[in-house]
């Protein structure tokens, strides 16, 4: 499967942005999937992910209640809608697809493609 992120920009603090990550070559309902974002100088960090069915999700603590993940896996799509950005929510945010059974992953080890990432930057 490949992935691709689309839909980051510059945005003022308390602003929103939907992101989307499209997959191709296999359907995308054979994967969890998972968002991921990386701020310069610092490691790849957990943002949110999603089960193959759209039946659970799971956020890190720092974007929950801001951030929601969904999914359409007709058009083998997975959406981040981001509400109320934070300069700390400055990064590229990269999507990622789990083959194996839905256990909450939020370790990078854990996902076996990556997009290739889009910027996400928000000004105070």
């Known amino acids: 499967v490949q992935l691709q992120a689309s839909g980051g920009g510059l945005v003022q603090a308390g602003g929103s942005l939907r992101l989307s990550c499209v997959a191709s070559g296999r359907p995308a309902f054979t994967y969890n999937m998972g968002w991921f974002r990386q701020a310069p100088g610092k490691e790849r960090e957990f943002v949110a992910a999603?089960?193959?069915?759209?039946?659970?999700?799971d956020y890190a603590d720092s974007v929950r209640g801001r951030f929601t993940i969904s999914r359409v896996n007709a058009e083998n799509t997975v959406y981040l809608q981001m509400n109320s950005l934070e300069p700390e929510d400055t990064g590229v945010y990269y999507c990622a697809a789990d083959q194996g059974l839905w256990n909450r992953a939020s370790l990078p080890d854990e996902y076996d493609v990556w997009g290739q990432g889009t910027q996400v930057t928000v000004s105070s």
């Open positions: 999603i089960r193959r069915s759209g039946s659970a999700t």
